[in-house]
């Protein structure tokens, strides 16, 4: 982290000693003049705190969750909605619809895990008041050109207290944001404004020594935040908790999730299980601390030997094809690839490290149907390849999934359909998720 005020050096220093540090290295101080960091930046900054935490790709944690509930017996229908929920008879009867049918299903207990929906969910779907209220928070962010060789972050502190980051993307790229906005409703699209775009780019430009200007920007998007509304004054102040509330109405519960951050979905999840389990007499209790996700099967610090297993397998990939893999795939890569000997055998090529096989295997395994769905949703690969390969593979997936020549794509027991934020497994109605 680099900040500049010593408040922040206090909260480094609490944060050093209140969590764990097994694996991520302490909290230092930094010259800029001498230290790598400090090349990209203005010379005026002279002093920086580092400390290191982790990151993840939420489209691909909240994908691997889906394939984790259903490999653990849950039934996953993406692009479904849930147009209604009515208690009736002692159990819940929930209607649900995609595009091309509607049908009940029957249920003892009801999870509302519909993010910035929540709300919408208790109103519209379920028919209810609700004296719990959700505060929609945009965030928007710009992804530009490179802005730094090295493979660290940048956190900065601005003129309004604010803090926006500035992280090794995709390469090739820098991810800049945060915005924080009030949105006006979850059925708005959000977006990220002209306004926000500028206020990103006026930022990070008190910083880095060549000015960010709207040329660098190759994309830019935004997500909701469901915050659970306690009444801050302003977005920034609003609070990051989740809150829990179960209405056990007619001994037919329902449970309503507010908020709720991706840092903390485990540990919601529990929460959520902790209010489920007596409910439907389940004795479990939890299991999923030290539990890989799919293909998360080795040590963080193996990352490096997996990669070098994978090319002495497969000696056709080169080192950024094997780790675009592994970091997408872990173990599983493995499984796409086959038994190919040359690329020919892993079908047709989209773009440089793109083939049939993947594709073929996203679309069995991770509910594919489009090519965005593969390009945006489930990777960021959007942003390297060309339009054409692009069109190339929405082709392809498209007719694949049209002839139904995949595995779960599309179908009615199959995935997840992120259509928010990180998004969530299933509908928002049950499960453990992001
Ligand atoms: C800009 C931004 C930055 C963030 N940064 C961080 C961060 O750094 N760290 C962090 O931990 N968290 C971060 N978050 C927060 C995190 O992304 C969200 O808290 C998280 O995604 C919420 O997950 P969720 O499952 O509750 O909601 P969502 O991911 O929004 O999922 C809700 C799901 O419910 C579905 N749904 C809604 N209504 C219905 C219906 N009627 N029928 C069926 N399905 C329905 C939706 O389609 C959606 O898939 C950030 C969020 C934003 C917007």
Redo the contacts with the bound molecule.
Sequence with gaps: MYARRWSNAKGLFLYDHLGGRELLPGTKTLDLRTDAAGTALKPEFRRAFEYSDCWIE?SRL?VLNARDAMRHGATIMPR????SARREAGSWVIT?CDSTAQWQVRARMLVN??????E??IK??VGQNSSDHIRL?????IVTKRLFDHDRSYFLQGRDGRIIFAIPYEGDFTLI???DKDHPD?ATP?VCTEEESNYLIDFASQYFARPVTKDDIVWRF?????LYDDGAGSATAAT?DYVLKTDDAGNVPLLN?F???????RKLAEAAMAEIAPRLDNRHGPWTAGAPLPGGDFAVAEVTTLMADLRQQYPFLDAAWARRLVRAYGTDAFEILGAASTTDQLGEHFSATITAAELDWVMANEWVATGEDFLWRRSKLGLVVTDSEAAAIDDYVRNRTRTGTTGTGGARTGG??????????????AGA??
Excluded: C, E, F, Q
């Excluded at 479904?80 to 147009?83: D, F, I, L, M, S």
């Excluded at 928070?137 to 962010?141: A, D, F, P, T």
């Excluded at 935004?222 to 469901?226: A, L």
């Excluded at 908020?259 to 979905?265: N, S």
């Design positions: 939420d909240v479904t909605r849930v147009v649900l895990a519909a993010g910035p929906w929540a919408t969910v519209g779907v928070v945009r965030g928007s962010h944001g945060t915005t979850a959000p935004s997500g909701v935040r469901p990051r999730i908020g709720g951050k991706i840092t903390t979905y997840t359909a992120p259509t928010s934020n990180a998004a969530s497994a299933a509908t928002g109605m998720s992001a």
